[in-house]
């Protein structure tokens, strides 16, 4: 299964951190949030990546490379001049445009979000069958922060659903086949309608991570967790 890792945001919240470079290159624990990211993919068995990128991303290309130095191989969605857009192509936006390159147009494949950090296994999605008979999505679900209280979806016996009586926050890591972007056309537009769509009709499934999960969206939440990282392993 190949996997994508989404890097086209332009990182408005990270100001003036993003001002001069892409936030998957911003850094904690001395490594880049892209980098912690390739090496957790790595270490679960993913190494044909897709990486997607908008906002300064010939800085990402050139500091990744073909990805032979963190031993995987990868191939950009450039999306910043992308099909007359002017700028990225939101979620659902630039996983279409990379669909060529990330699947044969019947194999599923994982998307993880280039900005969060968590200590998640993706080895739990590499499972196969990757997707149940059916399905268009499988999401990695976890406990609310602080900034998203409400949550997202709810979790019950592996299904996902809108039930608002016990709710858990999408973690921005899913395994999606490509039907799910039947019909969809070369512009902008966000992933979260066509999950809302296939949860009402039941055909997505889910896990609960329990471990850390940030999405390092401030510059308060990079000092956070580069100081977490920073901590000397007794």
Not at 78 to 98: C, D, R, S, V, Y
Not at 191 to 207: F, I, Y
Request: net charge negative.
């Amino acid at each position: 299964m190949k996997a994508m890792i989404l890097a086209a945001g332009r990182g408005n919240r990270m100001r003036p951190l993003t001002d001069h470079t892409p936030k998957p290159l911003l850094a904690a624990g001395g490594r880049t949030l892209i980098e912690h990211q390739i090496l957790r993919l790595r270490a679960a068995g993913f190494t044909e990546l897709v990486v997607n990128h908008a906002h300064l991303g010939a800085q990402i290309e050139a500091h990744l490379g073909d990805g032979s130095a963190h031993g995987v191989s990868i191939r950009y969605s450039p999306e910043g001049q992308a099909l007359g857009h002017n700028g990225a192509l939101e979620t659902g936006g630039g996983i279409f445009k990379a669909l060529a390159l990330l699947t044969d147009g019947s194999t599923p494949f994982l998307v993880t979000n280039g900005d969060v950090w968590c200590d998640f296994d993706y080895g739990r999605l590499a499972d196969a069958p990757a997707l149940a008979d059916g399905d268009l999505a499988r999401l990695v679900l976890v406990d609310n922060p602080a900034h998203n209280a409400g949550g997202d979806f709810a979790l019950t016996d592996g299904r996902v659903s809108r039930d608002r009586s016990a709710t858990l926050t999408f973690a921005g890591i899913g395994v999606y086949h490509p039907d799910l972007f039947a019909g969809c056309a070369p512009e902008a537009f966000p992933l979260a309608p066509l999950l809302r769509r296939a949860v009402a009709d039941n055909r997505v499934g889910g896990l609960h991570h329990a471990g850390y999960w940030l999405d390092v969206g401030t510059p308060a939440r990079l000092a956070e967790l580069d100081r977490m990282l920073s901590v000397p392993v007794d």
